[in-house]
């Protein structure tokens, strides 16, 4: 069992920059592929960005590519996503998610309760 737990969210300004955390219990941190989504009332979650076990492979959804960055410290049980450049499009609910698969909406096995984000334009 995997418990994660979002912080970081906020209102900020078009062009700022915020940076969302994600705390996982559990000593198994490392065996798992890492991911955020966000999602907005009346639309489906979507991916953000993903990360591999050992931090050294990365993927973007083409939205965020060039402005989002997403990490993970192994030792402190943290994944992070910096968000820089933010555009009043970014605001969203947005989601930490672990799965030992993949990083996909079907194949995530936890979910975090989610933080908001709301970026005025």
């Known amino acids: 069992q995997v418990q994660l737990v979002e912080s970081g969210g906020g209102l900020v300004q078009a062009g700022d920059s915020l940076r969302l955390s994600c705390a996982a219990s559990?000593?198994?941190?490392?065996?798992?592929?890492m991911g955020w989504f966000r999602q907005v009332p009346g639309k489906e979650r979507e991916f953000v960005a993903a990360?591999?076990?050992?931090?050294?492979?990365?993927s973007y959804a083409e939205s965020v590519k060039g402005r989002f960055t997403i990490s993970r410290d192994n030792a402190k049980n943290t994944l992070y996503l910096q968000m820089n450049s933010l555009k009043a499009e970014d605001t969203a609910v947005y989601y930490c998610?672990?799965?030992?698969?993949?990083?996909?909406?079907?194949?995530?096995?936890?979910w975090g309760q989610g933080t908001q984000v709301t970026v005025s334009s």
């Open positions: 998610a672990a799965s030992r698969s993949s990083i996909t909406r079907a194949t995530i096995d936890y």
């Open positions: 559990g000593r198994t941190f490392s065996s798992y592929l």
């Open positions: 990360i591999s076990w050992s931090g050294d492979s990365t």
